[in-house]
């Protein structure tokens, strides 16, 4: 075991300051205190050595001036020198902890050549930012300092509660905004005591593509840091406000490090980060609705694990149980995190397990049925209880929901797949299963009916033959099931569950003209090439939609995401690949369920191909979801086809909350190039 580090800074007491333009930074109440009772948490809890904690805090004094020595402030040159002075007593493997609570801020970037001239850096305010020639710390070099942290071999957790942007939004009475709106564009030294401006400038560079072949149907990397080795929890989205409030009507404390520490309390250092950050998150948006904590990093770590020896085995989500999560709770219903955008609609049923419980030790659950669909959260009346009553059932935020039932067909578009049978004695079987399985995604073709979404027959070889609306053979279904063979009757059920699954995933799309987020998401292609040198501008292309994109092994495709909205959109990216499974390429398997993207901005990604082994050319359907809310798309995700599923996973299209949702997809075909080409 590692030995562990921490950072902790917290800032109450803001030195005088003011905008030109009216407002300040504000001095906190509740910063100082967040930090008291995290280092209190790392001593009593995690038996941690006072000598590894590090601490920068800057109270009120009935003067207007911090309590504590001045070399103790949370100034830029401070908070610098604690991050290098954490990095030197750091040893190869230890696990470093750093937890920031106070004001967060925008400034005029250093780099416009990067980000255009009305451009801004995110950065964390200093106690003393009032005086000119005091400097912001901004996210760059924050990257910088982790990256370095990394060099050594370091695994670093990082917790920040404040706002990494501005945005107009309001919280209960009595709750105190961590940042402002204004981005402070007034001349401040540029020297940074972190790295050179070319050093920095070149971190803000895309990165070139990693060596050695790529494992996944689709991969995509991040432009900036490499998700592996760190952790990153940010208490709210671009665009919005980190609040502290009093909770229990007593002290001001801030809503992410209250809610971290009280489910890490009740044995949340179990479970991985991933796990926690859904618990957190929901108690936080339960609260503030307008507050959207992210996750970023190695999510399938533990809370103060230093490396992979001490973390659970990594979980993929492609293979994780598709649960939603209660994101408030009313009497008599639950507030869930799933909406039209993920395909939810009116009368679909979730059993809702106590928080903490696991589905598979058979916990007893609460049934939920929903009545009320948004774009990415809808609402679900109770309609059986535990024994005992509502009052023994706890339901509380980040419990966890499982869809059991697709409820009442109540939509103009087909949810279900139509089956055609061949009037075979070897199928009768085949028949009896769809007719009583309780998932109802399936339904027999009645007599006369011409249309089908799939037919089953036997072949020559006597194998069951599985063909499309077309009545071509599926493509890609592997091994071959005979008929004379128990088992495959069941087989060959899951498989057209598990196609029916992913076309339900295909076709989810809003379809109101309407919408005023239809023309939002703005898509292109901006062309593909063989290598990839940074700094590198491909030529832009238009995006195919009469035949897919093509893409060989080795190759990149460059697309470029834009938000075209007055409002921050939420985007995810899906690959729905040609083996029949779904997985998630962008933001990263354990990042954040979405990358936010503000008003006008554009998210450039890059994406690499690859193939099974056996297979010589493959279409991949790259799907792009956008959303005003905190959506999350695990649910749809399914492995591929020819590997066992974990949990059921009902999904269906839904037509509601349409101003707050879009999509965009477009096909890419991709060749392995054989020697016969390549003569």
């Given amino acids: ?19 030109p333009e009216g407002g300040s930074y504000e001095s906190l109440s509740g910063s100082v205190r967040d930090i008291t009772r995290v280092e209190r948490f790392l001593l009593y809890d995690m038996k941690l050595a006072p000598e590894r904690i590090l601490k920068l805090t800057s109270s009120r004094g009935p003067d207007g001036q911090p309590l504590e020595p001045r070399d103790r402030w949370p100034t ?13 007593a750091a040893q190869p493997g230890d696990q470093v902890y750093i937890h920031y609570s106070g004001h967060g801020g925008r400034t005029a970037t250093l780099f416009p050549e ?40 370091l695994r670093v957790t990082i917790v920040f509660d404040s706002c990494h942007s501005g945005g107009a939004n309001r919280g209960p009475k009595g709750a105190v905004k ?58 709210c989205k671009p665009q919005e406000y980190a609040f502290e409030y009093p909770f ?47 996750l970023i990093g190695e999510g399938d770590r533990t809370f103060f694990s230093a ?40 009368g679909m049923q979730f059993a809702v397990y106590p928080l903490g419980a696991d589905p598979r030790e058979r916990a007893k659950p609460v049934t939920v049925e929903i009545e009320q669909v948004g774009a990415t959260e809808s609402w679900a009346k109770i309609v059986s209880m535990r024994r005992g009553g509502l009052q023994d059932v706890a339901i509380e935020p980040g419990a966890q929901a499982l869809p059991v039932s697709l409820g009442p067909s109540r939509e103009a578009m087909r949810l279900q797949a139509v089956v055609s049978v061949a009037a075979d004695a070897a199928l ?5 299963l769809i007719a009583q399985d309780p998932s109802k995604l399936l339904r027999l073709a009645a007599e006369g009916e011409e249309k089908a979404d799939f037919q089953v027959t036997v072949d020559a070889q006597g194998d069951y033959e599985l063909l499309d609306a077309e009545g071509l053979p599926v493509p890609n279904l592997r091994p071959a099931l005979a008929v004379d063979r128990e088992s495959n009757a069941q087989e060959l059920l899951r498989r057209l569950l598990h196609l029916t699954k992913f076309r339900n995933v295909l076709q989810i799309e809003n379809a109101d003209d309407e919408s005023s987020l239809r023309k939002a998401l703005g898509l292109k292609v901006l062309g593909t090439q063989v290598g990839f040198v940074p700094g590198d501008k491909p030529e832009p292309g238009p995006v195919s939609e009469e035949r897919p994109i093509d893409l060989r092994l080795g190759e990149w495709l460059f697309l470029e ?28 398997r354990n990042d954040a369920e979405f990358w936010p993207l503000d008003p006008g901005d554009k998210k450039v990604v890059r994406i690499q191909g690859d193939l099974p082994k056996e297979y010589d050319v493959g279409v991949d359907v790259i799907k792009i979801f956008a959303s005003m809310g905190a959506p999350s798309f695990r649910w749809l995700l399914l492995p591929s086809l020819d590997q066992p599923e974990i949990v059921r996973r009902n999904m269906a299209v839904s037509s509601y909350a349409s101003d707050e949702w879009a999509t965009m997809q477009l096909a890419v075909r991709l060749r392995r190039e054989t020697p016969a080409a390549r003569r």
């Fill in 428 to 432: 009768e079987k085949i028949r009896a």
């Fill in 76 to 88: 830029y040159e401070n908070i610098v020198g604690a991050f290098w002075q954490l990095a030197r």
């Fill in 307 to 346: 490396g992979a020896e001490d973390s659970p085995p990594a979980v993929d989500d492609s293979a994780s149980p598709g649960a939603v999560r209660v994101l408030r709770t009313e009497e008599g219903r639950v507030l869930l995190n799933v909406g039209q955008a993920q395909g939810a609609r009116a």
């Fill in 178 to 235: 961590r940042g402002l709106e204004t981005i402070d564009r007034r001349k401040r030294p540029t020297a940074s005591l972190v790295a050179s401006r070319e050093e920095l400038l070149a971190l803000l560079q895309p990165p070139p593509p990693p060596p050695g072949p790529v494992r996944r149907k689709l991969t995509l990397k991040s432009w900036l840091l490499d998700p592996e080795g760190y952790v990153f929890l940010a208490a």
């Fill in 1 to 19: 075991m590692s030995d562990p580090h921490a950072l902790l800074i917290g800032i109450d007491c803001y030195l005088p300051n003011q905008f």
């Fill in 561 to 588: 995401v834009s938000n075209n909205s007055s409002r921050v959109l939420n985007f995810t990216v899906l690959d729905l690949q040609p083996d029949w499974g779904i997985s998630r390429i962008f933001p990263g």
């Fill in 114 to 153: 990067i980000k255009g001239e009305g451009g801004s850096d995110e950065s964390l305010v200093p106690c003393d930012i009032g005086d000119l020639k005091a400097r912001y710390l901004r996210g760059v070099e924050i990257s910088w300092l982790i990256r370095d942290m990394q060099s050594k071999g």
């Fill in 248 to 294: 229990d009507d007593v002290e001001s404390q801030g809503a992410l490090t209250y809610y971290l520490l009280e489910t890490l309390r009740k044995g949340g250092t179990s479970l991985s980060w991933k796990q926690l950050y859904e618990q957190v998150f929901s108690k936080v948006h339960n609260k503030f609705s307008s507050q959207t904590p992210l």
